[in-house]
């Protein structure tokens, strides 16, 4: 099975393992499972660590060669996840949280989640 790992469970995978639930974790360490992360969760983390955003304190350069070197795969972002947002509930205003449910729909991949108000978009998510 394929999961899209949202951007604050791929920041705790990599620095405070903690704060993941124990159902991300048996997910996650699956090893029959493919796990993806966005170019968005890239983006994001560079803008807002940037901004001095207490709890997106990593480097995003490095957490994408982590990624990488861990056999996660990288998902980009096309016209046609962009073209999906507009189709989405306005359930939740955070861009980034909105193009990740449009990728994950449009790809047919269960978006693994922490947030609350993300799970609340119909489509392939899963609450962790």
Do not use: C
Not at 1 to 23: C, G, Q, R, V, Y
Not at 50 to 78: C, M, P, Q, S
């Amino acid at each position: 099975m394929k999961f899209l790992i949202d951007t604050h469970l791929l920041i705790w995978a990599a620095n405070e393992p903690e704060k993941l639930s124990s159902k991300a974790v048996s997910l996650m360490e699956n090893p029959e499972h493919e796990l993806l992360f966005s170019a968005a969760s890239i983006w994001e983390i560079a803008i807002k660590n940037g901004l001095g955003r207490d709890d997106f304190k990593v480097d995003a350069r490095l957490l994408r060669r982590g990624l990488l070197d861990n056999d996660y795969t990288e998902l980009a972002i096309t016209s046609a996840h962009a073209v999906f947002v507009e189709s989405l509930p306005l359930i939740h205003k955070d861009p980034f949280d909105r193009i990740l449910v449009a990728q994950a729909t449009a790809e047919g991949i269960t978006l693994l989640t922490a947030d609350s108000t993300v799970a609340k978009y119909p489509g392939p998510i899963e609450l962790v």
